[in-house]
């Protein structure tokens, strides 16, 4: 694992020195002397940067950096294929909740579940697309720092966000154009993964406190929980003030399209 | 014992995808029909038999879904759903009601989390408690779906067919998620991290201390952006380049630099196509033109997050 291979290289590296040693008087040739660490390993991160340049398949390029990884790194075909097997198989549960909401998402999209929300919106006259999105942002942000997970793309963006950010966008503007139905969908994931992301470290309980705390542990350096959670507050709050001025931007940009779109269509009138 | 895993799920997905695969190759106007259907199929078998399978089989599976998916084989078939017309009268028929199956999702996911595990009776539990929330949702999606068809009286093959419509439109990304998974872990395995760390530490006269903090902090978002997951990159970079430097070598607060650090590495999951369950499951999902429209939402936020953490981790690190 990287983890306790991380580990064990710091140590080993650090070991017997002083702490308060500066870096650079230790040989720089030490890291290429540590058994099995040469820089072809990087192999790997050059074929994702050469397939994504040369625009391939991205599943082709995952699986082709991770047979070249394994390859020179002294792992046989077959070997590579059992660990990857065994990581998609332990994997499973990041695709899982996506599948199981699906069916429930579709069918009631079936009966009207967006055409309702765009109708939810239109009672509220302050609603904005940008507006919308910004309190969806502040919601899951909170809810997340409070260790709720509610929320998410399948469950909760595409039935639900989007369509009233769309809803509130058609009250302002009348017909948005394809361009501008693209910028609101792409704005609502957006709303949802900066809520999701900077929300959730200020819950001692979730994921990335515990990651952050074993690793710790592993190291014999004490580091609470509270204090880490704490300072992942500062950056909650720009995370938000940011959204803010996206969304904002957002409603300008939209009134912008719209007041064009208009132009185009009355001529005399712009 | 509990009567509720989260293998009873993977294999009612499993099914779900099968039905998926099934639907497909009935549909005989379809172009890459029976390519399509193999795909959708594969997965269905890697998600039903996925607890019983060798690993190195469940290899194989992926690397025929991925020939399947790169050679262009796998397309979507024609699921016919209903009018904007229908709709609105249907939405109109049933009102906010629509609205109760798609919020009990969330409802079950918070209960479910509080109290699941603490059901049980006679030395058996409702729910396995290892990955109570993933489970939880689960649970939530088959509430809700039940809920749905009453509320609809819609037969259960018309929620599979629009399931396997969206699921469709999401196509071979679905299983991209899983897949940088597991590049992640082979990289870890490979040793990758240690040699970027190794690299950077050389090349960057980190023996200033703010030089320290942006080695650390660029790191995090660069090999987060190269892995897809601020997680995998926190392990490699706060081993090998914050904990000697800035907490040993120049006497930082571990708790401010794996804060802030993490934050910064999830600066760089804004930023990324590799974080294909943030910012290309979406795309498919809410079916945009632009595949980088996502991240080109995300990119004015996450580089000046990262400008933001950077800064806070110079001024507050070394002095609180």
Not at chain 1, 134 to 156: C, D, E, K
Not at chain 2, 160 to 166: A, P, T
Request: with cysteine.
């Amino acid at each position: 694992m990287a983890w306790q291979e991380a580990c064990d290289w710091v140590r080993g590296a650090r070991g017997g020195q002083s702490p308060s040693k500066m870096p650079r008087d230790y040989p720089e040739i030490e890291y290429f002397k540590i058994p099995g660490q040469p820089v072809i390993k990087l192999i790997g991160i050059f074929v994702i940067a050469a397939g994504f340049a040369l625009r391939l398949n991205t599943l082709l390029v995952v699986l082709a950096s991770g047979i070249a990884t394994g390859l020179v790194s002294g792992m046989s075909f077959n070997a590579i294929m059992e660990e990857f097997g065994r990581l998609f198989l332990a994997n499973r549960y990041m695709t899982l909740p996506v599948v199981m909401m699906l069916p429930v998402v579709g069918l009631l999209e079936r009966y009207g579940l967006r055409e309702r929300a765009e109708a939810l919106i239109r009672r509220s006259a302050a609603a904005t697309a940008g507006r919308v999105l910004l309190l969806y942002t502040g919601v899951r942000q909170v809810s997340i720092a409070l260790g709720i997970n509610i929320g998410g793309h399948a469950g909760a963006v595409r039935p639900l966000l989007a369509p009233l950010a769309e809803g509130a966008a058609r009250v302002c503007h009348g017909n948005l154009s394809k361009a501008m139905v693209e910028r609101i969908r792409a704005h609502a994931a957006a709303a949802e993964n900066v809520g999701n992301f900077f929300g959730e470290d200020i819950f001692i309980a979730v994921g990335s406190i515990l990651l952050m705390k074993g690793f710790f542990d592993s190291l014999k350096i004490e580091v609470s929980s509270w204090s880490m959670a704490l300072w992942g507050i500062p950056t909650a709050v720009a995370a938000f003030a940011l959204m803010a001025w996206r969304t904002h931007a957002l409603d300008r940009h939209l009134a912008r399209d719209a007041a064009r779109a208009a132009g185009a269509a009355n001529p005399e009138s712009a | 014992m509990s009567l509720l895993s989260l293998n009873s799920f993977y294999v009612l997905g499993g099914a779900f995808m099968l039905a998926t695969a099934v639907r497909v190759a009935s549909d005989k106007g379809h172009a890459r029909r029976w390519s399509s259907a193999l795909f959708w199929g594969l997965l269905g078998v890697s998600f039903v038999f996925g607890g019983s399978m060798p690993p190195a089989a469940a290899g194989y599976l992926v690397l025929g879904m991925t020939i399947l998916a790169a050679s262009g084989r796998v397309g979507l078939s024609r699921e016919r759903s209903t009018g904007r017309e229908e709709r609105l009268e249907s939405a109109e028929r049933l009102g906010d009601r629509l609205f109760w199956p798609a919020l009990m999702i969330p409802t079950t996911a918070i209960v479910g989390s509080l109290f699941f595990a603490r059901i049980r009776w006679h030395g058996v539990s409702l729910v396995d408690s290892t990955n109570l929330s993933v489970t939880s949702v689960c649970i939530g999606a088959v509430l809700a779906l039940g809920v749905g068809l009453r509320l609809t009286r819609a037969p259960v093959r018309e929620a599979v067919g629009e399931g396997s419509r969206l699921v469709q439109a999401v196509g071979w990304a679905l299983i991209l998620p899983q897949a940088l998974a597991a590049l992640g872990g082979l990289f870890a395995r490979a040793g990758v991290g240690t040699v970027v760390a190794g690299l950077v530490e050389r090349a960057l006269p980190t023996q200033h201390p703010f030089v320290a903090v942006a080695a650390y902090c660029l790191g995090m978002m660069l090999f987060t952006i190269c892995l897809g997951n601020a997680f995998a990159a926190f392990a490699v970079i706060t081993g090998g380049i914050g904990v000697p430097l800035i907490v040993h070598a120049h006497g930082g607060n571990p708790a401010i630099m794996a804060a802030v650090g993490m934050l910064s590495g999830f600066c760089g999951t804004l930023l990324t196509p590799m974080a294909a369950n943030f910012n290309l499951v979406p795309v498919m999902l809410l079916e945009l033109q632009d595949k980088n429209a996502v991240i080109r939402a995300q990119l004015p936020i996450g580089l000046t997050l990262f400008a933001f953490n950077l800064l806070l981790m110079e001024f507050c690190v070394y002095r609180f």
